[in-house]
């Protein structure tokens, strides 16, 4: 999760040009999640254009930092029907762009508990494979390759960053309302992330919602959970 409360909030849809897997042999970092494996938090990262030329980097939590609650809960629909998606259509027609929505209902901003996006009962918890690497790390990638091959188009919800100007892109493409106490700064309404894959020769939606165990689906007007 960013710790910077002041970052704006957008939704770019963009041409997907490489999937980057988070791979855990060849990270470095000082903090240790689990035992064997020290990293930095871990990401998938996609590389996308947009209309202008420029290339912006989406990154997506495949695990979390903290110790108690690594793994993150996700829900994914490979043929999502929701009228975010006209609304998606409306904004963008067909051009490849950033942009900053409002943060309100009827938008196209996403909010997982206000939103009627999806059942969040339906959000399953990713898990550890054989081979030390955890299963969302490989869904993510997969998904994203065959929407690379099929030439499809794909939407990031989040929040801006910049790394001093050499690299800029969205983060926290995951829930950002329901956190614990010393996050609770980062909590907000209609400012959830979130991954929308368009395959146009199928009109088809995939949709992808991401939240960290330790988050609550029960919260206030403000995003701050009550639970």
Known sequence: MSTNP???????????????????????SDTNIREGYQHASPHYHIIGEID??????????????DSNSPMLLYY?????????????NDTFHNVYSIVEPNCEPNGI?????????FDHTKMVTECYLSDGEDSLNEIIDKYIKNAIEDGADIYAF??????EGE????H????????????????????????FIFYPSENRWVAMFFAFESQSFYTDENGHRID
């Open 6 to 28: 002041t970052q704006t909030y957008f939704v770019i849809k963009f041409k997907p040009l490489q999937g980057i897997p988070w791979n855990y042999e060849k990270s470095f």
């Open 52 to 65: 202008s030329g420029e290339q912006y980097t989406i990154v997506i939590n495949v695990e979390s930092k």
């Open 76 to 88: 994914i629909d490979d043929n999502y029907k929701n009228e975010i998606t006209s609304k998606l």
């Open 109 to 117: 901003s996403l909010d997982y508990v206000k939103g009627n996006l």
């Open 158 to 163: 989040g929040m801006e960053f910049s790394d």
């Open 167 to 170: 690299n800029s892109g969205v």
């Open 172 to 195: 926290d493409i995951h829930m950002n309302q329901g956190n614990e106490p010393k996050w609770a700064d980062e909590d907000n309404c209609y400012q959830d992330g979130g991954i």
